[in-house]
Nanobody, 119 residues
């Protein structure tokens, strides 16, 4: 089986920074795309940022210039550096990865980590 474990959420003041981490473990042959989604109360889950196995990245317009995604293939990990945080960034953030493992190629999700931006 494969698990994604996230860390790094918390409460931060507007203008502050947080770094989210997500590590995949289990029977993994290879990891394709990885990314971060978020879901605010009463809203649909939305893509924040994604990164391919080759390092190509994309960002939601609302976070461009403030968030940076990166990955460490040796550690099966993906990170999201969030700067200049705004109250509207408040949400549960979910890690996602498309992974080839013993069970074939599947999409996996982390358990979610709360990010709250408030003074």
């Amino acid at each position: 089986q494969v698990q994604l474990v996230e860390s790094g959420g918390g409460l931060v003041q507007p203008g502050g920074s947080l770094r989210l981490s997500c590590a995949a473990s289990g029977s993994i042959f290879s990891i394709f795309g990885m990314g971060w989604y978020r879901q605010a109360p009463g809203k649909q889950r939305e893509l924040v940022s994604a990164i391919s196995s080759g390092g190509s990245t994309n960002y939601a317009d609302s976070v461009k210039g403030r968030f940076t995604i990166s990955r460490d293939n040796a550690k099966n990990a993906v990170y999201l550096q969030m700067n200049s945080l705004k109250p509207e960034d408040t949400a549960v953030y979910y890690c996602h990865a498309r992974i080839s493992g013993s069970w074939g190629v599947n999409n996996y999700w982390g358990q979610g980590t709360q990010v709250t931006v408030s003074s």
